[in-house]
C-alpha cells in the first residue's frame, strides 16, 4: 500500500518564478494538509484541503494556492518566489475524520536562488 | 493561541542511557497530542499519540503521557539506540482531522 508521495523529490527556482508541487495521498485519505519547514525549524501549516475546497488555512500569504483533484491528489502552487520560500514541503493525508493520524510524504525540497 | 514548546537541541547520549526530551503547550480546550519522529532525508513519521488527559502513548520503546495540569507530554524512553539518532517533534491539535502545530524540533544524537 502506497504512502504519500510528493514530486518532484528537489526543484531549483529562481526569485520572481512560479513553482507547482504535486502530491498523491495515501489510498483510502481524502484529506491533504500543507506544510512548509524551513531549514531547522517545525512544520507550519500552510492550508488543508478536503472536498476539493480549501477548508482551514494558516498564516500564509495570498500567494500560495493550491487545489484538489477529484481522485484526492493536490497541488501547491507558488507565485512570485522569494528568497524565503526556500524550504521543505511537506504533503500530509488523512480521512476526514482525523482517526489514525496523519501519513506524511518525504517532502519536495525547494530552493530559490 | 495555541503552541507547543519543545526543549533545544541537540541532545546527545551514548547508546542505553534514559532520554527525555520536554515539551509544554498551550491550548483552547482538550488538544491531542502527538510526537512525530524525522530521520535524516525524510518525512515525519508518527512516533506516538494521546487524545485525552492521563492517556499514555507508546511506541518502539518510547512513551509520553498526557498530563492536563502541566500541560505538558514530555518524552522518554529507558535506553536509546544509534538507531533513534533523529530529529523529534512534538505536536498538538484541537480537533481530530485539522492543522497540526508542532514545535521546533529536538535533534537527538546517540552514539556507540
Known amino acids: 500500500d502506497a504512502g504519500v508521495t510528493q514530486s518532484p523529490t528537489h526543484l531549483i527556482k529562481t526569485r520572481g518564478q512560479q513553482v507547482t508541487l504535486r502530491c498523491s495521498p495515501k489510498?483510502?485519505?481524502?484529506?491533504v494538509s500543507w506544510y512548509q519547514q524551513a531549514l531547522g525549524q517545525g512544520p507550519q501549516f500552510i492550508f488543508q484541503?478536503?472536498?476539493?475546497?480549501?477548508?482551514q488555512r494558516g498564516n500564509f500569504p495570498d500567494r500560495f494556492s493550491g487545489h484538489q483533484f477529484p481522485n484526492y491528489s493536490s497541488e501547491l502552487n507558488v507565485n512570485a518566489l522569494l528568497l524565503g520560500d526556500s524550504a521543505l514541503y511537506l504533503c500530509a493525508s488523512s480521512p476526514r475524520t482525523g482517526k489514525g493520524g496523519y501519513t506524511f510524504g518525504s517532502g519536495t525540497r525547494l530552493t530559490v536562488v | 493561541g495555541n503552541s507547543v514548546t519543545q526543549m533545544e537541541g541537540p541532545v546527545t547520549l551514548s547508546e542505553e542511557a534514559f532520554l527525555t526530551i520536554n515539551c509544554t503547550y498551550t491550548?483552547?480546550?482538550?488538544?491531542?497530542l502527538f510526537w512525530y519522529v524525522q530521520y535524516p532525508g525524510e518525512g515525519l513519521q508518527l512516533l506516538l499519540k494521546a487524545t485525552k488527559a492521563d492517556d499514555k502513548g507508546s511506541n518502539k520503546g518510547f512513551e509520553a503521557t498526557y498530563r492536563k495540569e502541566t500541560t505538558s507530554f514530555h518524552l522518554e524512553k529507558g535506553s536509546v539506540q544509534v538507531s533513534d539518532s533523529a530529529v523529534y517533534f512534538c505536536a498538538l491539535s484541537n480537533q481530530a482531522g485539522t492543522a497540526l502545530i508542532f514545535g521546533k524540533g529536538t535533534t537527538l544524537s546517540v552514539s556507540s
Open positions: 484541503y478536503y472536498e476539493e475546497e480549501e477548508r
Open positions: 489510498s483510502g485519505h481524502d484529506t
Open positions: 491550548a483552547t480546550g482538550y488538544p491531542s
